[in-house]
Each structure stands twice: as structure tokens, then as C-alpha cells.
């Protein structure tokens, strides 16, 4: 067995989460895949896989590996192709969250699509995690830690969950000073991924809660921008939705300090063998456009 294989065994296993499952994937023993591990650890100098209370995952020194067996893996199949087919063809099918799909994605989309005019690409915008395979999509922008560490991601950058309000609410209601306040104050909280009545602090958001007792909620988070810049309240929104408002003074960050760690934007795939080549270069497209927003890792 060549070390691409082992690689790609790797890959797998972190994939599938199981070296059953692995194994059966890529028509291998499960005596070879175990073999390919430990030859790969013993080579590494450092244990790369661990099992946690459901399935086989990577460690810290593993992860590390997994990234660049992935780009490793994806550059070689890429080689493999007919170096006379130029042009790309058929359709793609992309997802992401609604304003950061509108905002960023779309602009590189038609990019993408400029350069390469035999493409077609179907943009499925939806803030709710759609399943790749379930929906028929290639590739999604995540926003946050993955659930699934089947699935194959990229980091383009990192956002932020901030505390804003207009400066009309603020010259009227006064600015909080701590956490601990934001439960006098008029918020606007979104309903679709936190919970209703509260606002959680501290670096990974287990540490203060704030109970709330929300002016306004909305599912979706143009009518929460649309509410903030009215002065109705205090909302928390991620930090390229509110961007624009910031810088032209529109809105104002409340208590920075506070703000729990970055959550990372990730572009994510369901498997990194066999990847078409259509879906290889948007992924290797995006990530290069996407990594130099000003608005994701704010430069």
C-alpha cells in the first residue's frame, strides 16, 4: 500500500466515523484499514485517531493531518483528469445561510460563472443547515462548529455574535454596562437556531444567561436589521450582517468584552474522494475569495 492510500484511508475512516464503514467504502479489509492506520501513526510520530462515546474521530495532531491529506488528496484527483478538457460543464448546486449567501456568495457565484460559461449553478439560500445528500447539493457554507465530522470542511474565516442597537434606542433607553442589564432593555432575538428567552455569555457561551423578555422575534434576520436601525431594541447578529450598519453609524456594538469566542465560516463538502472536478475548482474558487473579506475576518 502506497502512502496516498494510507491518506486516503485516513480520510475515510474520519469520514465515516467507524473503520467498519471505512472499510467498506473503499472495498478494503478491515485488517488493511487498521494496518494503514497504525502505519500512518507510527510514520506521523503521534497518535491521529481517537474514539469518542459514538465513532472514531481525529485528535488535535490528526485534524492537523486530515486538512492537508484532503487538499493533498482533492490536488492529485484533480491532476487525473484530462489535461486537454479546459472547459467545465453541468450544474452545481451551492447552499448557504440567506444574507451571507446574498451578500458574498452571490457576487462569486457570477464570478465563477463569467470564467467558466458552459456551468450552471443552483444557489439554495436557507439559514437552516439543509443535508447535502438529502437535497442533492455539492458543497454549503457553513456558519459555526460542525455537527458532523463525516463531512469534509474548509475555513474561509470567522464571525462574531455582537450586541447592537441604534443610537436613537440608546440615547432614549441608555447603554448597558454588563450582561446582567440586557434583561431591563427591549431586545429583538431571532428565533431559528438560539433559545427565545435568553442570551448566554462567557467564551463558548456557557458561562452568564441572561433571561430576556423579548420586544419583538423574527425567524429570519433582515426584519431583526430592519427593527435595530427603527430603535426598538437590542439585538445579537452576527458580525457581517452588521457590518454596513456599524460602519455608517447606523448601529452601535454594545459590550464588546462580552461577545462569546468566534465561530468559524467554513465551506463544506460530503466527501473529498472522487470529488468532480466542477466542484474542486468552486471549492478551491471560494475559499480564495471568500478568505480576503474584510467582513468575515475583520480586517
Same mark, same amino acid.
Given at each position: 500500500?502506497?502512502?496516498?492510500?494510507?491518506?486516503?484511508?485516513?480520510?475515510? *475512516?474520519?469520514?465515516?466515523?467507524?473503520?467498519?464503514?471505512?472499510?467498506?467504502?473503499?472495498? !478494503?479489509?478491515? &485488517?488493511?484499514?487498521?494496518?494503514?492506520?497504525?502505519?500512518?501513526?507510527?510514520?506521523?510520530?503521534?497518535?491521529?485517531?481517537?474514539?469518542?462515546? !459514538?465513532? =472514531?474521530?481525529?485528535?488535535?495532531?490528526?485534524?492537523?493531518?486530515?486538512?492537508?491529506?484532503?487538499?493533498?488528496?482533492?490536488?492529485? $484527483?484533480?491532476?487525473?483528469?484530462?489535461?486537454?478538457?479546459?472547459?467545465?460543464?453541468? =450544474?452545481?448546486?451551492?447552499?448557504? &445561510?440567506?444574507?451571507?449567501? !446574498?451578500?458574498?456568495?452571490?457576487? %462569486?457565484?457570477?464570478?465563477?460563472?463569467?470564467?467558466?460559461?458552459?456551468? $450552471?449553478?443552483?444557489?439554495?439560500?436557507?439559514?437552516?443547515?439543509?443535508?447535502?445528500?438529502?437535497?442533492?447539493?455539492?458543497?454549503?457554507?457553513?456558519?459555526?462548529? =460542525?455537527?458532523?465530522?463525516?463531512?469534509?470542511?474548509?475555513?474561509?474565516?470567522?464571525?462574531?455574535?455582537?450586541?447592537?442597537?441604534?443610537?436613537?434606542?440608546?440615547? $432614549?433607553?441608555?447603554?448597558?454596562?454588563?450582561?446582567?442589564? %440586557?434583561?431591563?432593555?427591549?431586545?429583538?432575538?431571532?428565533?431559528?437556531? /438560539? &433559545?427565545?428567552?435568553? #442570551?448566554?455569555?462567557?467564551?463558548?457561551?456557557?458561562?452568564?444567561?441572561?433571561?430576556? /423578555?423579548?420586544?419583538?422575534?423574527?425567524?429570519?434576520?433582515?426584519?431583526?436589521?430592519?427593527?435595530? !436601525?427603527?430603535?426598538?431594541?437590542?439585538?445579537?447578529?452576527?458580525?457581517?450582517?452588521?457590518?454596513?450598519?456599524?460602519?455608517?453609524?447606523?448601529?452601535?456594538?454594545?459590550?464588546?468584552?462580552?461577545? &462569546?469566542?468566534?465561530?468559524?465560516?467554513?465551506?463544506?463538502?460530503?466527501?473529498?474522494?472522487?470529488?468532480?472536478?466542477? *466542484?474542486?475548482?468552486? #471549492?478551491?474558487?471560494?475559499?480564495?475569495?471568500?478568505?480576503?473579506?474584510?467582513?468575515?475576518?475583520?480586517?
Amino acid at each position: 500500500m502506497d502512502r496516498l492510500d494510507e491518506l486516503e484511508i485516513f480520510v475515510a *475512516v474520519l469520514q465515516y466515523g467507524s473503520l467498519a464503514e471505512a472499510a467498506r467504502r473503499t472495498r !478494503r479489509s478491515a &485488517p488493511a484499514i487498521t494496518r494503514a492506520i497504525a502505519s500512518l501513526e507510527q510514520r506521523f510520530g503521534a497518535r491521529l485517531v481517537e474514539r469518542t462515546t !459514538r465513532r =472514531l474521530a481525529a485528535t488535535e495532531a490528526g485534524a492537523r493531518l486530515a486538512e492537508r491529506a484532503q487538499l493533498l488528496i482533492g490536488h492529485y $484527483q484533480e491532476a487525473l483528469f484530462d489535461t486537454t478538457e479546459t472547459q467545465l460543464s453541468g =450544474l452545481l448546486r451551492v447552499t448557504a &445561510p440567506v444574507q451571507f449567501g !446574498r451578500k458574498h456568495v452571490a457576487p %462569486l457565484v457570477m464570478e465563477f460563472l463569467r470564467l467558466h460559461p458552459d456551468m $450552471q449553478i443552483e444557489m439554495v439560500l436557507n439559514d437552516r443547515n439543509l443535508e447535502l445528500i438529502d437535497e442533492g447539493l455539492d458543497l454549503a457554507v457553513r456558519i459555526g462548529h =460542525l455537527e458532523d465530522s463525516g463531512k469534509v470542511a474548509r475555513k474561509v474565516g470567522d464571525v462574531t455574535r455582537m450586541l447592537v442597537a441604534s443610537p436613537a434606542y440608546l440615547q $432614549q433607553h441608555g447603554s448597558p454596562r454588563q450582561p446582567a442589564e %440586557l434583561a431591563q432593555h427591549q431586545t429583538i432575538v431571532g428565533t431559528l437556531k /438560539s &433559545p427565545r428567552n435568553e #442570551w448566554r455569555f462567557g467564551p463558548n457561551e456557557d458561562g452568564l444567561r441572561v433571561k430576556l /423578555s423579548p420586544r419583538l422575534l423574527f425567524n429570519e434576520v433582515e426584519s431583526q436589521l430592519m427593527a435595530v !436601525r427603527a430603535g426598538h431594541g437590542i439585538a445579537r447578529l452576527l458580525s457581517y450582517q452588521v457590518a454596513d450598519d456599524l460602519a455608517a453609524g447606523t448601529m452601535v456594538r454594545l459590550l464588546p468584552e462580552a461577545e &462569546p469566542s468566534p465561530m468559524p465560516v467554513q465551506l463544506v463538502v460530503q466527501h473529498i474522494q472522487r470529488i468532480p472536478r466542477k *466542484v474542486r475548482t468552486f #471549492w478551491d474558487f471560494a475559499w480564495e475569495r471568500l478568505s480576503q473579506l474584510s467582513q468575515i475576518n475583520g480586517a
